[in-house]
């Protein structure tokens, strides 16, 4: 939720924010703006409602002044409507500070009234100008930007991550953090502040991680890091393992495609040096001790949307395998109906950003009442592995499209070496299970190679369906979590009607929606194995088409069980059950990616969303 950019340094201020914001244009994308200081000591701004588009065609009628200090903005709505006057940068009264905002004041409106009473003429809904104003005010005394916006922040109540720039400091760019994201790039004579590294990753890849409640003042030559009363942080720097070339389109239309073709290699990177010469599973980073572990005796998984979605998996692995009892729960409601916790109770948080606002409200409310905390993350020093007991990183590489791919296959990985570790720790597994199951993982890279490859009949299904209106997904066990997926990929790609069943609750209510050619998706359980649940499934199948559905069918090469019933037959390669949703889950990214072409929407960017979700 809202991208920002901050920089000072010896180029054009202006174009570095802009680039900034184009990498960052992802996180929101309600309106833009830049604030820029001239060389002639003044302070320049732009503004405009829509996409960066917008803001770089007005900044070709009107240029600003190229100066070395500049800030800059990408936003997603919360106080006040999608307008040029709710765009950030937000200036004081005297146009001399300008601030840009990612989070929610939530004390705003006392403040606003506290301002007005002594003058202050606010011209926009949001919460973000109050800044403007009192660090005009604060400035007014102190005569120091990084003091000013200290003494600002100890009044803030909420999430926010702020920088700012003032036309008296000019090569002084000052940000402050508590909840919402801000990282520091540290180059060669010039220094960034982004939401993320993709911002800057183009000029540095050296980074400082922010922590909670921090001020940092950012000068040409030089970071100083303190806490909101001025004492100095402790900072953690690291290095980014990624480049530019990573956060480009690398010729592909979108960047969802893009991700989709990566998924091979982002698996076989997020097992990479995971496993010993041994067969063990090592998780270094997993740093609860064993004892620990093999005192839990409840797992909790907590996330949100798709990765919330890779938690259902995860409760299906953690407990066959280490029969241990796992919930998995959506992280948004989890601290509110008070959930049973104690020392004995591992939650595990997955989150791609890292960021996400309920999951980390989760994992602190899980932390309050004593439990161990294992982060499952794809964003390096972000704030959910940050205030995490442990973390095991997925390594998908950066994730720009709003719509996860690599990252839900990246988390599934992750999830299942995390109940393979229990398994291990616990003794539940032994060491040639563990190796037995971690080479079936090491082959699903080359199956989702293939199932990539034999994609085109998906598209061509895809783009005959462009104009229903709805599309049922059903699966069961594993696949049912599959089919949520599935649909919500629909949801917010080619905002259609779509709902995830788990195929034997139908008969329950749902089999009411099927009327003559709706679409139903049914995703298969391999027929080895488990074969009652195969055969249910195929019962299931024949029942929605004796009512008129258009079945389209997810299932192993070779189920020829399934074939009389299937209108349109996806094979996908023969995997052990509990691994299934990892070649599954790629026809379905691909169906929702085309059948958003086919309607003429944003495939990278769909209406209404943003990537990371900064706000509760
Ligand atoms: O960054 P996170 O993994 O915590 O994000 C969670 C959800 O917001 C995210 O998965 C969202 O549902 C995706 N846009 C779905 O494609």
Wanted: proline share 5%; aromatic share 6%; with cysteine.
């Amino acid at each position: 939720m809202c991208g920002i950019v901050g920089y000072v340094g010896g180029q054009c201020a202006l174009d570095v924010v802009l680039a900034g914001l184009r990498r960052l244009e992802y996180r929101g994308y309600d309106s833009a703006g830049v604030a820029v200081l001239a060389d002639d000591g003044g302070l320049a701004a732009a503004k405009k409602a829509g996409k960066l588009a917008n803001l770089e065609k007005e900044l070709a009628d009107r240029p600003l002044p190229s100066g070395p200090t500049g800030i800059g903005h990408t936003r997603w709505a919360t106080h006040g409507g999608p307008t040029d006057a709710n765009a950030h940068p937000h200036l004081d009264n005297a146009g001399r500070v300008a601030v840009v905002h990612n989070g929610i004041i939530e004390n705003f409106a006392e403040l606003r009234a506290e301002l007005a009473e002594r003058g202050h003429a606010l011209a926009s809904e949001t919460d973000t100008e109050v800044v403007s104003h009192l660090l005009s005010e604060s400035f007014s005394s102190c005569g120091d930007l990084a003091e000013a916006m200290r003494q600002v922040c100890r009044r803030l109540e909420g999430a926010f991550t702020l920088v700012a720039v003032h036309a008296d400091e000019p090569d002084v760019v000052v940000g402050a953090r508590r909840n919402s994201p801000l990282v520091v790039g540290v180059g060669d004579g010039e220094n960034f502040l982004a939401s993320d590294v993709a911002a800057f990753i183009a000029h540095t890849r050296e980074a400082i991680e922010l922590g909670q409640d921090q001020v940092v003042e950012l000068r040409r030559d030089g970071v100083v890091v303190t806490d909101f009363d001025g004492a100095p942080a402790d900072v953690r720097p690291y290095h980014v393992d990624w480049d530019a070339s990573a956060a480009e389109k690398g010729g592909y239309d979108y960047f969802m495609l893009k991700e989709i073709a990566e998924q091979p290699k982002a698996v076989a990177d997020t097992l990479l040096g995971r496993i010993d010469e041994t067969g063990t599973l090592s998780l270094d980073e997993v740093r609860i001790p064993a004892a620990e572990l093999r005192e839990v005796d409840k797992v909790v998984v907590v996330a949100c949307g798709t990765a919330y979605h890779a938690g259902l998996i995860a409760k299906y692995a953690i407990e066959h395998w280490t029969r241990i009892p796992c919930e998995t729960e959506l992280a948004s409601e989890f601290r509110y109906r008070d959930p049973i916790l104690d020392q004995r109770t591992l939650v595990i948080a997955v989150s791609q950003s890292g960021e996400t606002m309920d999951t980390l409200m989760a994992l602190r409310h899980a932390r309050e009442q004593g439990a161990k905390v294992l982060a499952i993350c794809n964003t390096n020093g972000s704030t959910i592995p940050r205030e995490s007991d442990a973390v095991l990183y997925t390594h998908a590489g950066p994730e720009v499209a709003v719509a996860s791919t690599k990252a839900f296959l990246t988390q599934l990985v992750a999830c299942y070496l995390v109940a393979l570790y229990l398994g291990q720790v616990r003794g539940t597994k032994w060491g040639d299970e563990v190796r037995g199951v971690v080479r079936e993982l090491s082959e699903i890279a080359r199956e989702v190679e293939e199932v990539l490859e034999t994609m085109e009949p998906v598209r061509e299904l895809a783009r005959s369906l462009a104009d229903k209106n709805t599309v049922l997904f059903l699966g069961r066990h594993v696949g049912y979590p599959v089919a949520l997926e599935g649909a919500l990929k629909l949801k917010e790609l080619a905002y259609m009607h779509a709902e995830g069943f788990a195929a034997g609750e139908l008969k329950h209510g749902p089999i009411a929606l099927i009327e003559k050619d709706v679409p139903v998706v049914v995703v298969v359980p391999s027929p080895r194995g488990r074969s009652v649940l195969h055969d249910k499934i195929v019962s299931n199948i024949q029942e929605i088409r004796a009512r008129g559905a258009r079945t389209i069918v997810i299932a192993e090469r070779g189920d020829a069980a399934v074939r009389p019933y299937a209108d349109h037959l996806i094979e996908i390669p023969p995997t052990p059950v509990l691994l299934q949703p990892l070649v599954a889950t790629v026809p379905l990214q691909v169906f929702a990616c085309e059948l958003a072409t086919a309607r003429g929407n944003e495939v990278d960017q769909p209406r209404n969303l943003a990537k990371s979700v900064t706000v509760e």
